[in-house]
């Protein structure tokens, strides 16, 4: 499995930005797919979940800006990002819960002020 996130790139804050993740084979639909995120200097930091149910949830962080969904016609999951701050810049992963340890190289996003 690999896994690919892109659709970063430098923002302003308050700006908006959306994230798509693909993978090379058809798992999304099935699995617990998740977004991550790690800032220079800091650890991952998980942001936004989404179950094969639809279910999602949230850091708080992220919670009311960030809004995760899943396109099975496409095999793609999607962070969509509104009311960017300085604090989001990092590079975001996305992961598989079935596939713990795929992450692929992620995407930056860079918030401006």
């Known amino acids: 499995v690999q896994l690919q996130a892109s659709g970063g790139g430098l923002v302003q804050a308050g700006g908006s930005l959306r994230l798509s993740c693909a993978a090379s084979?058809?798992?999304?639909?099935?699995?617990?797919v998740s977004w991550y995120r790690q800032a220079p200097g800091k650890q991952r930091e998980l942001l936004a979940t989404i179950t094969s149910g639809g279910n999602t949830m949230y850091a708080d962080s992220v919670k009311g800006r960030f809004t995760i969904s899943r396109d099975d016609a496409k095999n793609t999951v999607h962070l969509q990002m509104n009311s960017l701050k300085l604090e989001d810049t990092a590079i975001y992963f996305c992961?598989?819960?079935?596939?713990?340890?795929?992450w692929g190289q992620g995407t930056l996003v860079t918030v401006s002020s």
């Open positions: 992961n598989v819960a079935a596939f713990k340890s795929v």
């Open positions: 084979v058809i798992i999304f639909r099935a699995n617990v």
